[in-house]
C-alpha cells in the first residue's frame, strides 16, 4: 500500500508539472500535427515473419538471440547465402510473404486469424537525410507491444495498442534506402491494459499509420488551444530544440484572430485572449472548425480546432452553456466488411459515423473501450459528434500494482495530449464495469485526477454497475459505487432483459434510485440479434426481440428524471473469440443494431425513430 501511495503521489506530481524534466507521463515528443507535416506514409505492402516463441528477442534461458533469428539485423539474407560458407539464417524479411499495413494481422490470411504472439514487419522505403534539421518516425497505433530498429539499430519500444508514439531516428535514417522493422507482440497478460481476457477481437500488428516526419532542428512539438467556461481562449506551445528559449510564437485562428507569446527557458509559452466576438461555438448542430496555424523559429504547424465549452450544472450536461441531451450509441473501431482489419482509413470511419449521425440522428458516439483512430476523432470534429473517449481499464486489472497504474496513467495522458485540440471530445471516461474493491477505487480515483491535472476542461466518468437492493418491499436499482466521488456524470451499463431473469414486460415498471444532482447516461444496454433471423415468438437472438428490448428500455429509461443521454451497445456486430454460437454468433457478438456488413435490424429503426423525437424536442 504505501509503495502504491508513493508511485502515486510522484506520477501525479509529474503530471503537473510544467518543466520539461517534470512529467514522465508526458512523452519525450509528441509532434502534434504530424499529419499535416512535411515527410512520407509509410503505409503500403509489408513483409512479415511469425515469431510465436519469440526467438527473434531472446534465446532459451533468456539469454541474447541468435544471430541467425534477429530478424532485424541489416543485411540482405540472400547475398550472404549465394556467397556460401557457414553462417545460415532461418528468417528473410527481404523474401518473406507480404502484409497490408496499416491493419491488423487477423485479417490477413486464415492461419492468422487467431494468432496471439510475435510478428516481425519489415519495410523498406527510400527517404532523404536530415542534414541540419530533425527526422522521426510516428506510428498511431502497434497493438501491443512494438520493438523498432531502423538498418539494424534498436530506436525504442513501446507498450499499449491504442496510442500514439513517437521515435528520433535522425542519427540512425541514411539518404537513400533504409530498412525499418518492427517487432510486434499481440500477447496480453494480468499486468497489460487491457488483460488477457475482452470481449473484443485482438487485431494484433501495426493497426494505424506511420509516418516519417522531418522538422527543424527546434520545432513545434506540441500547440493546443481551447475555449473556457470565462470567454477566453487559452492555450500553450511547446518547442524543441537548440534555441526553444526566448523564441516568439505566432498564433493565427482563421483570420479572426491572432496573438504573440515568447517561450519561457524551457520553450513554452502560453496564450491566453478574449474570445473574439466573431467566434461561431462548435456543436453537433453547427460544427465549425477554424484553421489554427501556430509558428516559431522557422516551423509551424497547423490544425483544425472548434471551440466550445462544456460543463455540469446539477443534473444537466451543459453545452456552450446551454443543457444538451446526448443522443448516442456505442462503437468498436471495427469496419464495415465480413473480413474486418481494424483499418480506419478515413472512408471506413465516415461510413460508421454516417450512421450515428444521419441514421441514428445522433449527436454523439461512445468510442469503446480504447483510444479510438485519430482519423475518427477529426471527423467526429468535421461532421459534429460529441464524443466518449476511455482507456482500456476493462473488467479487471492487477489494481495493486504500481507498475500496472503507470502503465495506465501513461496511456492516459498519450491519448489526452493527442486529443486536447479535438472540440468533439466531451467525457474522459476512466474505467467500463470494473468490479468494487478498494484497490479498484484507488486505481480509478488516481486515474481521475490525472485526467484533472491533464485535461480540467472536459468532464470525467466511467461505465459503472449497478445492483438490485430491497428498499421497504420493491426491488430498486442503484449505484452503490464509491468511484461517483470521483465523477461529473454518472454512467451505468444495464443489460435487464437480456441477461438475467428480467421479462422485457417488466422493464418499464423497474425501480431506480439515483442521486438527484448528478447527470446520468446509459453508457449501454443491449440485445444480441442475428440480421435476418425472424421469429413471431420474439425468442432471443431474432431481429423482432431485440426491437422489443429497444422499445422496453426506452420506455424504462424515460422514468429516469437525470437521464441526460445513452449510448447503446452497440453500432454494429463486431468479432470476439467469446461468442461461438454456432447459429446464432460464430466469433461475433451480435448486439450490432447494424450487421458487420452495414445491414440495418429493426432495433435500428426503433432507436432512429427515438432521437430525431428527441432532436425535435431539444
Avoid at 465480413?338 to 450512421?355: D, G, V
Avoid at 444521419?358 to 459534429?384: F, K, M, Q, W
Wanted: hydrophobic residues 40%; neutral net charge.
Amino acid at each position: 500500500m504505501k509503495l502504491f501511495i508513493s508511485v502515486l503521489l510522484l506520477v501525479l506530481a509529474c503530471a503537473a508539472g510544467a518543466g520539461p524534466a517534470s512529467p514522465p507521463l508526458r512523452p519525450a515528443v509528441l509532434l502534434t500535427g504530424a499529419p499535416y507535416r512535411d515527410g512520407q506514409d509509410l503505409s503500403g505492402q509489408w513483409t512479415y515473419s511469425k515469431d510465436l516463441y519469440k526467438t527473434g528477442l531472446t534465446d532459451i534461458n533468456g539469454w541474447v538471440a541468435k544471430s541467425r533469428m534477429q530478424r532485424y539485423r541489416d543485411l540482405d539474407v540472400a547475398a550472404v547465402e549465394a556467397r556460401g560458407g557457414t553462417d545460415f539464417f532461418e528468417f528473410d524479411l527481404d523474401r518473406g510473404p507480404q502484409m497490408a499495413i496499416p491493419g491488423g494481422w487477423n485479417a490477413a490470411t486464415p492461419e492468422l486469424r487467431y494468432y496471439d504472439g510475435l510478428i516481425w514487419f519489415q519495410r523498406k522505403f527510400t527517404a532523404r537525410a536530415p542534414g541540419s534539421g530533425r527526422a522521426f518516425l510516428r506510428f498511431e497505433a502497434v497493438n501491443y507491444r512494438a520493438y523498432v530498429y531502423l538498418n539494424g539499430k534498436e530506436i525504442g519500444r513501446h507498450e499499449g495498442g491504442f496510442t500514439p508514439f513517437v521515435l528520433d531516428v535522425t542519427d540512425a535514417l541514411r539518404g537513400g534506402e533504409n530498412r525499418l522493422t518492427v517487432g510486434v507482440d499481440s500477447a496480453h497478460d494480468a499486468q497489460s491494459i487491457p488483460t488477457a481476457i475482452t470481449d473484443w477481437d485482438l487485431y494484433g500488428g501495426i493497426t494505424r499509420p506511420v509516418r516519417l516526419v522531418y522538422t527543424p532542428a527546434t520545432f513545434i512539438d506540441d500547440a493546443t488551444l481551447g475555449l473556457g467556461t470565462n470567454g477566453r481562449i487559452t492555450g500553450e506551445v511547446q518547442l524543441q530544440g537548440p534555441r526553444a528559449a526566448g523564441q516568439a510564437v505566432d498564433v493565427a485562428i482563421g483570420t479572426i484572430a491572432r496573438a504573440t507569446a515568447v517561450t519561457d527557458t524551457h520553450g513554452r509559452a502560453v496564450f491566453d485572449i478574449a474570445a473574439p466576438p466573431a467566434l461561431a461555438r462548435w456543436s453537433p448542430d453547427s460544427p465549425t472548425l477554424y484553421d489554427v496555424r501556430f509558428t516559431a523559429a522557422g516551423d509551424a504547424v497547423r490544425d483544425r480546432i472548434g471551440f466550445r465549452t462544456i460543463a455540469v450544472q446539477g443534473n444537466q450536461i451543459l453545452l456552450n452553456g446551454r443543457p444538451v441531451f446526448l443522443r448516442g450509441v456505442s462503437m468498436h473501431e471495427e469496419e464495415f466488411g465480413a473480413r474486418p482489419a481494424r483499418n480506419m482509413t478515413e472512408p471506413n470511419a465516415r461510413a460508421l459515423l454516417h450512421e450515428i449521425k444521419h441514421g441514428l440522428h445522433g449527436n454523439y458516439v461512445r468510442l469503446s473501450h480504447y483510444p479510438h483512430s485519430e482519423t475518427t476523432l477529426r471527423l467526429a470534429d468535421e461532421i459534429g459528434l460529441l464524443v466518449w473517449s476511455e482507456i482500456p481499464v476493462y473488467w479487471t486489472v492487477d489494481w495493486d500494482n504500481p507498475a500496472v497504474l503507470r502503465k495506465a496513467l501513461a496511456m492516459q495522458a498519450e491519448t489526452i495530449y493527442r486529443d486536447r485540440n479535438r472540440a468533439s471530445v466531451v467525457l474522459w471516461s476512466v474505467g467500463n464495469e470494473t468490479p468494487v474493491s478498494e484497490a479498484r477505487t484507488r486505481f480509478h480515483a488516481a486515474m481521475a485526477d490525472n485526467v484533472r491535472a491533464l485535461d480540467p476542461t472536459r468532464l470525467v466518468s466511467a461505465a459503472l454497475l449497478v445492483k438490485r437492493r430491497k428498499i421497504g418491499d420493491e426491488d430498486v436499482t442503484v449505484i452503490d459505487d464509491p468511484l461517483m466521488d470521483k465523477l461529473d456524470v454518472l454512467a451505468v451499463n444495464t443489460y435487464a432483459g437480456w441477461y438475467g431473469d428480467d421479462t422485457l414486460d417488466a422493464l418499464p415498471r423497474l425501480k431506480w434510485s439515483l442521486p438527484a444532482d448528478r447527470p446520468l447516461i446509459l453508457s449501454e444496454f443491449g440485445a444480441d440479434a442475428l440480421a435476418g433471423y425472424h421469429d413471431p415468438a420474439h425468442r432471443k437472438f431474432s431481429e423482432e426481440y431485440q426491437a422489443e428490448y429497444y422499445r422496453k428500455t426506452l420506455a424504462m429509461a424515460a422514468q429516469l428524471p437525470t437521464l441526460r443521454g445513452m449510448s447503446p451497445w452497440v453500432l454494429k456486430d463486431f468479432q470476439s473469440p467469446r461468442r461461438e454460437h454456432p447459429v446464432f454468433q460464430n466469433g461475433w457478438n451480435r448486439k450490432g443494431l447494424l450487421s458487420e456488413t452495414g445491414v440495418r435490424k429493426e432495433a435500428f429503426g426503433v432507436l432512429a425513430d427515438h432521437y430525431r423525437a428527441r432532436a425535435g424536442a431539444r
